[in-house]
């Protein structure tokens, strides 16, 4: 999930972090998080990082899904690809009421006040072999829609298999003080009360008032909850009580994938215990709170204020800063990087996480830098 800010700018020289989260916005936990109330489940073998580089899946390694639990994934780019077409207007700051309306029993929830105080869904689409199907009761997709879904699919097509729906959705354009705003949602497909499906996932969007840094921010950060939460990164029915690696609330991660890497070389037993302190408060305004004043402690350590509430959020905001700013953009190249749990050390990390696992993300980042700034 990313959150709603009044920046008007990815390139007016402040840092990121004036973009995702500000004091109008009260920050709320991914839908599939929700149930567990993002604790931290299951142990680890060690909680203090071993510095490695990110290694390739191990073909002998038995923590694994079933072959044919997962999608097949689209062909990886050989090389950049163009910069889709995107109109100014798809940005506009608020839109009209469509009149879209939630199929019959969505496996995915029809709740649009889980996106958001006064979010307004505008259309809802299902992806049926890589194209937009209109679910909604209403015609033909619009084109603002087929150009955000081709700035997705152009930006990581090895996620494609696991993507099943896309919902487009205007968050409120004026908040109040301690509205809960979001601008964007990935969440897995609910087979059964509270059980989901890590391979099958929504994607939701709310461009309305953004700038195009901020929406190709908003795509990098919620396709990384894709790429690090789906079926081929861990293991599902396995409980937090017997996980050797981490719980992520809803399957024990391999010790080979993305996120558990990334996990082992950027957050020691410091930044673990100071995160438990704050995730440990009894009520969820406790909570915000400690979290704003864990970021306050530990800048150094989080790219951005919304990266200190959680380490699936470190992770997907610490990727959406490597792939949508260029290493000499000058709010990258100023975050430190003498300590491993440092945030420029975190951003850093996907130098060498990009040649092994998800590849397609090397280009579809070049590509949305280009979009960024154009």
Known sequence: MSTRGTSQGRWAGVAI?????LSVVSIGVHALLVPVLLARGGTTASRT???????????????RAPATASPTPA???????????????????????????????DPFGDDITALGDKA????????????????DGLGAPRPCDEQLWTLVRTTAPTLLGHLEELLIFDADPDP???????EGESAPKEIAPDTFDDDRW?????????????????????????????????LGGIGADVCATWHTGTGCLLRDSFLQRYLLNTWDDDLWDAWDEANAKSTEKARRTAYRDLYDDHKDSFVTSYAAWHPLEDFAESFAMWCTYPADEPARKKLPTAKLTDNGSKVAWFDNARRDLLPAFGPGC?????FAAG
């Open 202 to 234: 929504r994607l939701s969007f709310a461009p309305n008032g953004l700038d195009r840094g901020e929406l190709a921010w908003l795509v990098a950060h919620e396709l990384a909850h894709i790429a690090s939460l789906n079926k081929e990164q861990m």
């Open 366 to 370: 070049e590509m949305l830098r280009d």
């Open 17 to 21: 972090a004036g973009v995702i989260l």
């Open 75 to 105: 062909a990886v780019p050989t090389g950049v690809p163009a910069v889709p077409a995107y109109d100014r207007a798809c940005l506009r700051r608020d839109n009209p009421a469509t009149g879209a309306r939630f199929p019959a029993s």
């Open 49 to 63: 990082p071993t510095p490695t580089l990110p290694a390739a899946p191990s073909a002998g390694s038995t923590n």
């Open 120 to 135: 307004e869904l505008q259309r809802l689409y299902a992806v049926s072999t890589g194209a937009l199907v209109p679910i």
């Open 176 to 182: 109040d003080a301690g509205d809960f705003v979001i």
